[in-house]
C-alpha cells in the first residue's frame, strides 16, 4: 500500500487550497460580523495553568522553566473559555476569539489534536441569544461559499432553514424511549434507574458504567444520528451532571441552560447560559477531577484565579463553534483536516 503524500507536497497542495481560501473568506466574514455588533476580538494565551476540568478532555502538559531554573506545570488549554471569561470580569462586555485550541487522544474525521475554537460571549444576554448567532454563523458561512444544501456522509440539510428545537430529555424519549428525567434530581443522578431504562431499550450496559456513561452512549448510539437531518437541530437543556460550566435553568433545576447545534449528525457548537457561582463552580470541577482521577488515573489543577474571577463576573451567555467543521461543511471537504492550513504530523 502506498503511503499518501503529505500536505506540503505540491500537487496535494493545489488540490486543499481552494478549501483553504474559502476558510479565510469565512473568518474575514465572521470577523466583520462580530465587529459589526460592537464585539471585540481578544487572543487568549494558549498555556494556562489550568487546561479545563472536564474527566474525558485530554491535555497537552509541559512545563515553565523560570530564569532561576525554577520549574511549574502548564498546559495547553483545551478551551480558551477560563482565559474569556477573565476578560469578561475585567469589564470587556462583548468578545469573540478565534482560539487555537489543544486536546490529546482525538483525531479522525472531525477531530484534530490542534484546532480552531470560534468563542464568543455576551454580557447580560439570554442563552437563546448565542442560539442564534449559531445559526446566523452557519448561514453566513455557507452565503459565503455559495452552498445552499450541506451535506455529510450521505445526511444533508438546509444550512437556512428554521432549526429543529429539542430538549435532551424529548430526544432521550423519542429515540430511545427513555424517561430521562426520572433518573436526575436537584442534587443525584439515579445510575440503576438510568442503565434498566437503557436495557430495555436494547442499549449494551456494563456493570461498572456510571450514569455519565450510559447518558453518552444512549446519545452517541440513539440520538445524534438523528440530529441536523433536512435542518440543524439545536438540542437543549442538558441535565445539570452533563453541564459542568453552565447555570440551573430557571424553570426546572435538574436541568442546565446547555446547547448543542448538529448540523449533518455532526456537532458544531456548544453553548451556555454561563455558571456564574465559585462554590458551585469548585464543586463541580472537583467532581469532574475525582472522576478522571477514577477512569484515567490523573486530574488537572483547579485554577483558583478563574473561580475568583467568577464571584466579580457579570451574568452572560457563550458559545464554542468547531470552526474548522464549519468549514468542512461550508465547503463540502471530507474531513476537518482538509481545511486546516498545517496539519499536525499523523
Known sequence: MTAASPWWTPHV???????????????????????????????PAALQ????????????????????????????????????????????????AFGHVFRNRERGALHHPEFTMLEWYRTGAPWTGVMDDCLALLALACETTGVHRVTFRGAEA??????????????????????????????????DALMAAATAAGIRTAADDTWSDVFSRV???????????????????????EAALARPAGHDPRVAERF?????????????????????????????MAEKARVYGERYPIDGDFLAALEIMPEASGCALGFDRLVMLATGAPRVDAVIWTPVAG
Not at 424529548?170 to 436537584?186: C, H, K, N, P, Q
Request: aromatic share 8%.
Open 49 to 96: 495553568v489550568s487546561p479545563g476540568n472536564e474527566a474525558h478532555l485530554h491535555a497537552f502538559a509541559t512545563e515553565a522553566v523560570g530564569p532561576d531554573a525554577s520549574r511549574r506545570p502548564l498546559f495547553l488549554h483545551t478551551s480558551p473559555e477560563f482565559a474569556c471569561k477573565k476578560l469578561l470580569a475585567a469589564g470587556e462586555p462583548r468578545l469573540f
Open 13 to 43: 497542495h493545489a488540490d486543499r487550497r481552494p478549501l483553504l481560501l474559502a476558510r479565510n473568506r469565512i473568518a474575514a466574514r465572521v470577523r466583520a460580523w462580530f465587529e459589526a455588533d460592537d464585539f471585540v476580538e481578544v487572543d
Open 260 to 288: 448543542e447545534l448538529y448540523v449533518c449528525r455532526v456537532e458544531l457548537a456548544n453553548g451556555f447560559g454561563e455558571l456564574t457561582d465559585p462554590a458551585e463552580q469548585r464543586r463541580r470541577f472537583e467532581a469532574e
Open 158 to 191: 438546509d444550512p437556512f432553514a428554521a432549526p429543529e428545537r429539542m430538549t435532551v430529555a424529548e430526544a432521550f424519549s423519542r429515540f430511545a424511549g427513555i424517561d430521562l428525567l426520572a433518573t436526575v434530581s436537584v442534587t443525584d443522578t439515579d445510575r
Open 219 to 241: 446519545l452517541v448510539e440513539r440520538i445524534e444520528p438523528r440530529l441536523g437531518i433536512g435542518r440543524p437541530t439545536l438540542l437543549t437543556e442538558y441535565p445539570v451532571a
